[in-house]
Nanobody, 120 residues
Framework: QVQLVESGGGLVHPGGSLRLSCAAS????????MGWYRQAPGKQRELVAT???????NYADSVKGRFTISRDNAKNTVYLQMNSLKPEDTAVYYC??????????????WGQGTQVTVSS
């Protein structure tokens, strides 16, 4: 079965950096679009950044110029480089991917979430 495993979250000071990784594994036929979402306590889950299989990217206005999404198609992995972190970036970050399995159709998969805390 297909699953997404995230890593790289943690506690950093304002202005610091973190790099999140998310690897898809299982009986994968093809990975299409991938992305990162985040959810802060008491707030709705919001899109942070997305990237197509061809490398086209899209970012939320709040992270433009600070975050960079990238992917390694050979490894079925998506990354989120986060620089100049602010306290308002504090949230649980979730990896998302549209994946077609070897057997079955295409589904929208989610990682377990990784905590990012920006605090002095």
């Amino acid at each position: 079965q297909v699953q997404l495993v995230e890593s790289g979250g943690g506690l950093v000071h304002p202005g610091g950096s973190l790099r999140l990784s998310c690897a898809a594994s299982g009986n994968i036929f093809r990975v299409y679009a991938m992305g990162w979402y985040r959810q802060a306590p008491g707030k709705q889950r919001e899109l942070v950044a997305t990237i197509t299989s061809g490398g086209s990217t899209n970012y939320a206005d709040s992270v433009k110029g600070r975050f960079t999404i990238s992917r390694d198609n050979a490894k079925n992995t998506v990354y989120l480089q986060m620089n100049s972190l602010k306290p308002e970036d504090t949230a649980v970050y979730y990896c998302n991917a549209d994946i077609r399995a070897v057997v079955g159709g295409t589904f929208d998969y989610w990682g377990q979430g990784t905590q990012v805390t920006v605090s002095s």
